[in-house]
């Protein structure tokens, strides 16, 4: 069975940058879809990034600031994140086509 596996979460001061990966074990093929999510402590799972064969889309709360994209040379899904804030701070997942979800990648961010 295919596995989705984050990676680049770590903890950063207000206003840096993170770069987040996400790798499907066997590779990463014929995609449709591919998201990024964020859950917080306490809320929901939401939806930040999403990109298709030909559009992308953000929430407004990441908008001008994350930018989601693949990376052929390395066969991931990248979610590049500046200034970034403390209500950043969650447990971001990739969501690719229909695969399992995996187990996240922590970003704290302090004040």
């Known amino acids: 069975q295919v596995h989705v596996v984050e990676s680049g979460g770590g903890l950063v001061q207000t206003g840096g940058s993170l770069r987040l990966s996400c790798a499907a074990t066997g590779g990463i093929f014929s995609l449709w879809s591919m998201e990024w999510y964020r859950q917080a402590p306490g809320k929901q799972r939401e939806?930040?990034?999403?990109?298709?064969?030909?559009?992308?889309k953000y929430a407004e709360s990441v908008k001008g600031r994350f930018t989601i994209s693949r990376d052929y040379a390395k066969n991931t899904v990248d979610l590049q994140m500046h200034s970034l804030k403390p209500e950043d701070t969650a447990v971001y997942y990739c969501h690719l086509n229909d695969l399992p979800w995996g187990q996240g990648t922590q970003v704290t961010v302090s004040s």
């Open positions: 939806l930040v990034a999403f990109m298709g064969h030909s559009s992308t």
